[in-house]
């Protein structure tokens, strides 16, 4: 499998590139960031709000396998149809505070475009947390089947 | 070589890999990580040492005590472990190409 998506970071920036080119026209690509409808389907997240426009809001909330609600929001600075969004993330209730995105879209030919996000933490430590979580996250769920296979002998 | 295969056995086991996973999010005392298990504070003691000699725990002198922290650039050498967050952006943006592609044809 070809790798698409690309993450470009940096010993010791408080930022991150990721790129990923999609065998989509433009305007598809782009919205599927802009209709609530497509964004609970590709997110897998329910979204309250997104105000697509300069100056609207958005708030997403997820379910995870437990049934704890996790919840996102953010607002929107710019918003240029096919071409950029710049919006805040923020996770509800955990450390990492505010991140700054900058989502630029490009039409490579009619049928392939190319989503770049330059992504801004508060800090080099928060962005090298939040790299570091999906890892961590990994680690425990293979502890956690050792330990379930361990229980079962 | 001898000090990657050292490596490989740091993480192959399961306490060592939870006390990379606990530090992961902040630094953390030998008192607090021990803290965390059933085990004798010396076993912990143990681990944290043969994960700071392979170097994917780094020490801080923090007053009296010895805080430990993730040494991500071994971290990244030896486990690449900036694959995992790549992967969760690689399914997540799969998904929407998969669902747009759907949504063209309707």
Redesign the interface.
């Known amino acids: 499998m070809e ?5 470009q ?1 940096e ?1 010791g920036k408080q930022e991150l590139l ?1 790129t ?1 080119e ?3 026209p433009l305007e ?2 782009f ?2 960031y802009v209709e609530s409808g ?1 964004v609970e ?4 997240t329910k979204v309250l709000k997104l105000e697509s426009k300069k100056h609207g809001s958005w708030q997403f909330e997820t379910t995870d396998p437990k049934g704890n609600k996790h919840g996102f929001n953010g607002t929107i600075h710019e918003f240029v149809p096919n071409e950029k969004i710049t919006r805040t993330f923020e996770m509800d209730n955990a450390p990492f505070g505010v991140q700054l995105e900058f989502l630029e879209f490009e039409k490579l030919d009619a049928d392939t475009s190319k ?1 770049t996000m330059h992504v801004v933490y508060r800090s080099v430590a928060i962005r ?13 769920m ?2 956690n089947r ?2 379930e296979i361990l229980s079962q002998n | 070589m001898n000090l990657r295969r050292d490596v490989f056995q740091a993480i192959a086991d399961p306490t060592r890999r939870a006390i990379l996973l606990l530090v992961a999010s902040q630094s953390m005392t030998a008192g607090a990580i021990a803290s965390n298990f059933d085990t004798a504070r010396p076993t912990v003691s143990k681990h944290l040492q043969i994960l700071t000699e392979c170097e994917l725990l780094e020490q801080e002198q923090n007053g009296r005590e010895i805080s430990y922290h993730l040494n991500a650039k071994k971290m990244k050498e030896v486990a690449d472990f900036i694959e995992p967050f790549r992967k969760m952006w690689d399914d997540r943006f799969n998904k929407l190409e998969a669902v747009m592609k759907q949504h063209k044809t309707r």
């Open positions: 790798r698409k998506t690309k993450i970071a010993d990721i990923r999609f065998d989509l598809l690509l919205k599927a497509i389907q590709w997110m897998g989503l090298d947390q939040i790299l570091q979580l999906p890892f961590a996250q990994g680690i425990n293979a502890h050792i330990q």
